[in-house]
């Protein structure tokens, strides 16, 4: 059982930053690969970015890639997501996802979610 706890949500500008955290709980952190996704009002849950247990592979959206990164410190059980030059179409409801997914980019890979976190970007 892993239980996810997201912070570092808020309201940015256009072209600021941000870092969201995902706090774990439960003993497989370290044996679990790492997800972010995001939901936007009306859309459906999309892939941001992921990060395998060993912390070397990493996977990103194309409307992500360059301006985010992902990272883990098994040693503190937290993932992170830094965010750089945020747009307004990042907006969203962020989540964190732990498990073992056969298909990284999808969300019902995932066996255990965090309730989220908001990302409001103005322009």
């Known amino acids: 059982q892993v239980q996810l706890v997201e912070s570092g949500g808020g309201l940015v500008q256009a072209g600021g930053s941000l870092r969201l955290s995902c706090a774990a709980s439960?003993?497989?952190?370290?044996?679990?690969?790492m997800g972010w996704f995001r939901q936007a009002p009306g859309k459906e849950r999309e892939f941001v970015a992921a990060?395998?247990?060993?912390?070397?592979?990493?996977y990103y959206a194309d409307s992500v890639k360059g301006r985010f990164t992902i990272s883990r410190d098994n040693a503190k059980t937290t993932v992170y997501l830094q965010m750089n030059n945020l747009k307004p179409e990042d907006t969203a409801v962020y989540y964190c996802?732990?498990?073992?997914?056969?298909?990284?980019?999808?969300?019902?890979?995932?066996?255990?979610w965090g309730q989220g976190t908001q990302v409001t970007v103005s322009s």
């Open positions: 996802a732990a498990g073992s997914p056969r298909r990284t980019i999808v969300p019902t890979d995932y066996d255990y």
């Open positions: 439960g003993r497989t952190f370290s044996s679990s690969a």
């Open positions: 990060i395998r247990r060993s912390a070397i592979t990493t």
